[in-house]
């Protein structure tokens, strides 16, 4: 069965200090790996995703995400956050054709 | 366009009522989701329809009756529930003609915003 595990669920940065946010998967095939950001009252955004093209993914907001298949791991970063990053952040793995496998959540708080 | 849209945004509703949520999309995919969100968690899955078809059910209670009329529209008509079925619908869509499953990512509307007294 495929999972992802998501450590901390609230992190706090600084503005301009460096964002990470951590997600370990578990699969025994591939993974289909994928980032979204939840605004307050809002949808889900999706940020990035990896789909076995290049390990390093590149997504908006200026979001990147390195895919670590000895550490299991496909974990958030960005160089410099920004008050506007504020929000709820899921890392999700594809479980066949439809079927996202959420993890928790991390609320990333962005400090003055 | 790349929206999903979600109708009405707020929703209140007592145990006996009968009320739908609506979706909307006309990005041509071919695969739409409901999903229930409750505060500080992840989604989780309810129906996904594909070509029209209702393919995945999360044993979801039949209090809760999806239908989809067409490609671009989910419904979600929604009877009899009870207050801990309050909580973000959130309805998506993917599945572009020609791209395999892990290019097609979900689109997600904004969601309604159900309570139930």
């Known amino acids: 069965a495929q999972s992802v595990t998501q450590l901390g669920s609230h992190v706090s940065v600084s503005e301009g200090a460096l964002v990470l946010l951590r997600c370990n998967y578990s699969?025994?095939?591939?993974?289909?790996l994928f980032w979204y950001v939840q605004y307050p009252n809002q949808g889900l955004q999706l940020l990035l995703k990896?789909?076995?093209?290049?390990?390093l993914v590149k997504g908006i907001n200026g979001f990147e995400a390195e895919f670590k298949k000895s550490e299991t791991s496909f974990h958030l970063t960005k160089p410099s956050a920004h008050m506007s990053d504020a929000a709820e952040y899921f890392c999700a793995v594809l479980s066949g054709t439809y079927k996202y496998i959420f993890g928790t959540g991390t609320r990333l708080k962005v400090l003055a | 366009d790349t929206e999903v849209t979600q109708t009405p945004k707020h929703l209140v509703m007592g145990m006996t009522n009968k009320k739908s949520l609506k979706c909307e999309q006309h990005?041509?995919?071919?695969?739409m989701y409901w999903y229930k969100q409750k505060a500080k968690k992840p989604p989780e899955l309810m129906f996904v329809y594909s070509y029209e078809k209702l393919s995945i059910n999360e044993s979801v209670p039949s209090r809760f009756s999806p239908e989809c009329p067409n490609s671009s529209l989910l419904n979600l008509h929604l009877h009899a529930l009870q207050p801990e079925d309050s909580a973000l619908y959130l309805c998506?869509?993917?599945?572009?003609?020609?791209?395999?499953?892990?290019?097609?990512?979900?689109?997600f509307g904004p969601g309604t915003r159900l309570t139930v007294l």
């Open positions: 990896y789909t076995s093209a290049a390990t």
């Open positions: 990005m041509g995919h071919r695969a």
């Open positions: 699969s025994s095939v591939p993974p289909y």
């Open positions: 998506a869509s993917s599945q572009r003609e020609g791209l395999a499953a892990p290019h097609n990512e979900q689109f």
